[in-house]
């Protein structure tokens, strides 16, 4: 391990990103872990959102929505968020959450691709994507749900029934990023749509929705992008639909003309008409803020140190804790990984997490098994996932874990 200590001593001297950690608020002595969750708050925000408050709502009140461009926010926070997705000016929208996202993206799906009558989705994806088709197809005549299983390929299911597949980019669980471009152009071949969910790709991943010719995709603001909790999502249809595409929430602020007070609905032109009610200011101004810093942000070298913390992490836990009864259920090839790593852990998987957060090593565990560490590379240093290995080898090696406050059990894991 002595060779570790000093490989990550020098992977932190030369890590072009270790100044970014300052914009960030975190406890003292804290490893964070779980930036793929929540991540924390930028310093900066703390700042707008009292400006926002004193001055835009408390001193501009209603004027607000025009002279601090509070109607623009959807769009002006879309727009800081394309480069990070391969999209371009104008067509990313923000707001609501991902769910609601997920909804108008399989409606507009099958709106785009009439005739056809199945969704179809990944059984292991993470449940709010299958819970929403479900929703879908129970209000939609004729709609059917079908669903891959686990390592099933996309092509094998995909029939002259199909809309739209729907895949998470990065996998919730393992981290496994599934091959945007192949996948979607095997939908196309088979007249499907894809619509892809980012929530777990967006600001850990390289991901270019143009190249890969996507569809439709959504994604969360909460996790890498430091948008705080309940963060507005965001959503993106391909420029080749901006003009066709219907999503059911025809709100008023997706409407072309909205203070025209029309009777009959006539969408935005692009990207607009993906925003359904009111924008909900504070939370767009602090995403908006939390965003700024990203336009500083060298996105290789990002990808570059997510793939070397992630691969530091497993190749340390590997040499130090597998004896333990721990087996890595995320990919080995670092370009076929996201930026979290997850073990399983039968016995004890819950209490070792339980137990690191006690020390101040935060991650996460998800049912039945699993222990998920995420790998923010804005705020973590290298030295920090050597300091968390020791953590978790010191708990495992004691059973430091096998203690009755560390099996209770809360709304939240």
């Not at 929540?38 to 900066?44: D, F, M, N």
Request: with cysteine.
């Amino acid at each position: 391990m002595t060779d570790r200590w000093a490989h990550a001593a020098a992977l932190d001297a030369i890590d072009p990103l270790a100044s970014l950690a300052t914009e960030f608020d975190l406890p003292d002595g804290m490893i964070y872990l779980d930036g793929n969750s929540l991540g924390p708050v930028p310093t900066r925000v703390r700042e707008r959102l009292t400006h926002v408050v004193n001055s835009e709502w408390g001193h501009g009140l209603i004027r607000s929505w025009t002279d601090a461009g509070w109607f623009s926010l959807p769009m002006t926070v879309g727009d800081r968020i394309a480069p990070l997705i391969g999209a371009g000016p104008g067509e990313v929208a923000v707001g609501d959450s991902t769910s609601v996202n997920l909804f108008k993206g399989l409606a507009a799906a099958l709106h785009l691709n009439a005739g056809r009558r199945v969704l179809l989705a990944d059984a292991g994806n993470f449940p709010t994507d299958a819970y929403m088709a479900q929703g879908l197809a129970e209000l939609v005549p004729d709609v059917r749900l079908r669903y891959l299983e686990p390592g099933q390929p996309a092509a094998t299911a995909l029939d002259g029934d199909v809309a739209v597949l729907l895949l998470s980019h990065v996998d919730y669980r393992t981290a496994r990023v599934q091959d945007m471009a192949r996948t979607t152009a095997d939908a196309h071949e088979r007249g499907a749509l894809v619509l892809w969910d980012l929530s777990h790709t967006t600001g850990a991943v390289p991901c270019d929705l143009m190249a890969a010719d996507a569809d439709i995709a959504v994604g969360c603001t909460y996790k890498y992008l430091n948008g705080g909790p309940g963060a507005p999502a965001f959503s993106w249809v391909h420029p080749r639909h901006a003009l066709r595409v219907r999503q059911p929430l025809s709100g008023w602020m997706g409407h072309a003309s909205p203070f025209a007070f029309t009777r009959e609905y006539e969408p935005a032109a692009g990207a607009r008409r993906l925003v359904a009610g009111t924008p909900h200011v504070l939370s767009l101004a602090a995403l908006d803020e939390a965003l700024t810093l990203w336009s500083t942000v060298d996105l290789e070298a990002l990808w570059a140190k997510s793939r070397a913390m992630t691969t530091l992490f497993i190749e340390a836990v590997e040499a130090s804790c597998t004896s333990y009864g721990l087996t890595l259920i995320s990919p080995r090839d670092a370009t076929q990984r996201g930026s979290h790593v997850s073990f399983d852990l039968p016995e004890g998987g819950f209490e070792v997490v339980q137990a690191l957060i006690a020390r101040g090593v935060i991650g996460d565990f998800r049912a039945p098994a699993t222990m998920r560490f995420g790998f923010a590379p804005l705020y973590l240093s290298f030295t920090q996932v050597m300091h968390a290995v020791g953590h978790l080898h010191d708990i495992l090696a004691t059973r430091a874990w096998d203690q009755p406050r560390f099996r209770t059990r809360g709304l939240v894991t």
